[in-house]
């Protein structure tokens, strides 16, 4: 008989600049909703979500900021042990996209993870819904840095749920390999 497979838990913190849609995503990803209100916090430090890949159950465990992130001044507990982060700029604002880079070294410095040159990071360009044709962050400017860094990429929308389950399913994925 087979033995069973471990349960795991994966830690997965979100991290960009206010605004760009990191609860909506998660929330969305979570429970299927999206709220066009904007709601600073939801009250929680994560959300938890169950899913199988690869056969494998996996306890998604969402971090999400309450609006901290804009003094950047987001505690340790917030960073601790984290399996895996989930980089989010709005790919119509630039300054968003500018920023990923200090968010992901924050990350570094402050979960301070065994191999910083593997951490599984995904960068989600989201608000695809809203953007143009000549949308202010092209999307081979955004795979050009992501694929400089390994860095899985995906554009997606809180709002219609585009890329969400595939883009967090990526995340568990590569968050795994790490184990
Ligand atoms: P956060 O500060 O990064 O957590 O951003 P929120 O999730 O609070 O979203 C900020 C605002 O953008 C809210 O008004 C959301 O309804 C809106 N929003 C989030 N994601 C999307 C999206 O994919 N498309 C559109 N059109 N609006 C979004
Ligand atoms: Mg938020």
């Given at each position: 008989m087979q033995a069973p497979k471990k349960k795991v838990l994966l830690k997965i913190i979100i991290l960009g600049?206010?605004?760009?849609g990191k609860t909506s995503l998660m929330n969305r990803f979570v429970n299927q909703k999206f709220t066009a209100t904007y709601k600073?916090?939801?009250?929680?430090?994560f959300l938890t979500k169950e899913v199988t890949v690869n056969g494998q159950r996996v306890t998604m465990q969402i971090w999400d900021t309450a609006g901290q992130e804009r003094f950047q001044s987001l505690g340790v507990a917030f960073y601790r042990g984290a399996d895996a982060c989930v980089l989010v700029y709005d790919v119509n604002q630039p300054k968003s996209f500018d920023d990923l880079e200090s968010w992901s070294q924050e990350l570094i410095v402050q979960?301070?993870?065994?191999s910083h040159e593997t951490f599984p990071f995904v960068c989600l360009g989201n608000k695809v819904d809203k953007a143009g044709p000549n949308r202010a962050v092209p999307k081979k400017k955004a795979k050009t840095w992501c694929d400089s860094k390994s860095m899985p990429h995906f554009e997606t929308s809180a709002k219609e749920a585009t890329n969400v389950d595939e883009a967090f399913r990526k995340v568990a994925e590569i968050a795994l390999l790490q184990e």
């Open positions: 600049d206010t605004g760009v600073a916090t939801i009250g929680a430090d979960a301070c993870p065994q």
